[in-house]
């Protein structure tokens, strides 16, 4: 049997942190992951809204979420910020209004803050996107893939591994398809090691993106 894990879970409290950071009773535990997940969902909403149509790429790499008893702290980890912020601090304002109202929370504060990231082609989340925009064009899939691989070895990674499963092309049957460039080492923690798996819908099927990206070596 395929003993497989995800890689960030395996690296936690080495090369990896988790991206909530709350304390919770037993009883209320879920209800957190449930927030957290309605606090991720409205972002992301948010921003495909807000996009212009030029760009599938919403280019959010990560959104965490930091939570203290009368403070919820959203710092989102963005790629390209000109999607979100034409005029900043009322495009801030409105989405945490969004937030809250989601929420509906009465006795806690809201605060959401926005960081770029340098590299933003050589974070799995984006290149995922990326792949999804190409692949809902009808763009053959390995054109897609080296040209994301291209994308990242710009942005200075020591390797990467892309992998697409599905009805790829809209062939009857379904199967997976990988490429790799450099080394991707899955069974040393020590290894800084980005991933994600992101779902496409396409007119034949849904189809799954699975991306590493090997950073560094601590």
Same mark, same amino acid.
């Given at each position: 049997?395929?003993?497989? =894990?995800? *890689?960030?879970?395996?690296? $936690?409290?080495?090369?990896?942190?988790?991206?909530? @950071?709350?304390?919770?009773?037993?009883?209320?535990?879920?209800?957190?992951?449930?927030?957290?997940?309605?606090?991720?969902?409205?972002?992301?909403?948010?921003?495909?809204?807000?996009?212009?149509?030029?760009?599938?790429? %919403?280019? =959010?790499?990560?959104?965490? =979420?930091?939570?203290?008893?009368?403070?919820?702290?959203?710092?989102?980890?963005?790629?390209?910020? &000109?999607? @979100? $912020?034409? /005029?900043?601090?009322?495009?801030? %304002?409105?989405?945490?209004? /969004?937030?809250?109202? &989601? $929420?509906?929370?009465? /006795?806690?504060?809201?605060?959401?803050?926005?960081?770029?990231?340098?590299?933003?082609?050589?974070? *799995?989340?984006? @290149?995922?996107?990326?792949?999804?925009?190409?692949?809902?064009?009808?763009?053959?899939?390995?054109?897609?893939?080296? &040209?994301?691989?291209?994308?990242?070895?710009?942005?200075?990674?020591?390797?990467?591994?892309?992998?697409?499963?599905?009805?790829?092309?809209?062939? %009857?049957?379904?199967?997976? %398809?990988?490429?790799?460039?450099?080394?991707?080492?899955?069974?040393?923690?020590?290894?800084?090691?980005?991933?994600?798996?992101?779902?496409?819908?396409?007119?034949?099927?849904?189809?799954?993106?699975?991306?590493?990206?090997?950073?560094?070596?601590?």
């Amino acid at each position: 049997m395929g003993q497989k =894990i995800n *890689p960030l879970g395996f690296r $936690l409290g080495t090369t990896q942190g988790h991206h909530s @950071l709350w304390f919770a009773q037993p009883k209320n535990y879920s209800e957190g992951i449930q927030e957290d997940q309605k606090i991720r969902d409205c972002i992301k909403n948010y921003v495909q809204k807000n996009m212009r149509i030029s760009s599938s790429v %919403e280019g =959010i790499a990560r959104i965490e =979420i930091q939570k203290r008893i009368d403070l919820i702290q959203v710092i989102i980890y963005i790629g390209f910020p &000109k999607l @979100l $912020l034409e /005029n900043r601090p009322r495009k801030i %304002e409105e989405l945490q209004m /969004n937030v809250q109202k &989601k $929420l509906n929370c009465v /006795n806690r504060k809201l605060n959401i803050a926005i960081t770029r990231i340098a590299n933003p082609y050589g974070n *799995p989340n984006i @290149l995922a996107e990326f792949i999804a925009g190409q692949l809902k064009n009808r763009v053959s899939f390995r054109k897609a893939m080296k &040209k994301a691989i291209e994308l990242t070895e710009q942005s200075d990674t020591k390797g990467i591994q892309v992998q697409i499963a599905g009805r790829i092309d809209g062939k %009857e049957i379904a199967r997976v %398809e990988w490429i790799r460039e450099g080394r991707v080492p899955l069974q040393t923690i020590g290894a800084k090691i980005d991933y994600c798996s992101y779902t496409v819908r396409t007119i034949y099927g849904v189809l799954g993106i699975k991306i590493w990206i090997f950073v560094d070596e601590e």
